[in-house]
């Protein structure tokens, strides 16, 4: 049962990240699809955020602050705060950078509060303006999550009953086929153990994917889907229908 309930998983990501050790990573970029034209930036590295910010003045014209170090609010906190600048003079971009022409000025803070994997509060002042926007990852290109990963599912497996319950870690090899309409069939082989076929369909919000497929091993929801050049990660969950075994971890994988 529980290399069944270990083959069954592709993924349910929690709210937690793989590209930062911190948290989700907030890493992308964030906007209003209504408000096309303006958004923010975020590059997360462990626990601390740099924000760039590309919006318009009071004049009507284009120009942008930068929040260097926001960090978190508290320990833990997915709300992440920090001073914000303007550059006032630098360098032209046709000549020899000179770092004496460079020069910024505080002009208020910036706070974020990642609300979900996707969505997200931005709250900033400017010279005593001050803005809240709910804003979500913007999408423009859907990653490519076809080919073949060894992988290896840990987590733990609960209300399965005596001998199966508690941690586990087992290897396996996912085979992924995505269609141009982003369709995705799933092979999931766990060694020595069950294959699963699944078949559902992949969508994304910035760089973070989601899958919702079923199949012969039960239903797969998968969130926060990561792909880079070298491989796939996500956390999971996996139940079959109509029973309270489950199981609750991670899947980390390479290219092949």
């Given at each position: ?161 005596q ?48 899958i ?24 999971l ?20």
């Amino acid at each position: 049962m529980k290399r069944l309930f270990a083959a069954a998983l592709l993924a349910w990501m929690s709210f937690a990240a793989h590209a930062t050790s911190y948290s989700t990573d907030v890493t992308d970029l964030w906007y209003i699809p209504s408000e096309s034209g303006w958004g923010v930036n975020f590059i997360q590295q462990e626990d601390t955020l740099f924000g760039t910010f590309f919006v318009y003045g009071p004049d009507n014209k284009p120009t942008w602050y930068v929040a260097p170090g926001m960090i978190p609010t508290s320990s833990g906190s997915l709300t992440f705060a920090g001073d914000l600048y303007t550059t006032t003079t630098g360098s032209w971009f046709g000549a020899t950078w000179n770092p004496s022409l460079l020069g910024n000025r505080n002009v208020g803070t910036a706070t974020f509060t990642l609300q979900t994997v996707t969505t997200g509060t931005l709250t900033y002042s400017i010279d005593g303006v001050s803005v809240t926007k709910q804003v979500v990852r913007q999408l423009w290109k859907y990653e490519v999550l076809g080919g073949t990963y060894p992988i290896v599912l840990a987590g733990t497996t609960s209300g399965c009953g005596q001998g199966i319950d508690g941690y586990s870690e087992t290897p396996a090899l996912l085979t992924v086929t995505q269609g141009s309409d982003n369709s995705v069939s799933i092979v999931e082989s766990v060694t020595g153990g069950t294959t699963c076929n699944y078949t559902g369909t992949y969508t994304q919000a910035g760089r973070m994917g989601t899958i919702s497929a079923s199949g012969n091993c039960g239903n797969l929801d998968a969130d926060e889907v990561q792909t880079t050049f070298t491989g796939i990660t996500f956390r999971l969950t996996a139940s079959t229908s109509g029973s309270s075994c489950k199981f609750v971890g991670n899947i980390a994988g390479v290219r092949r």
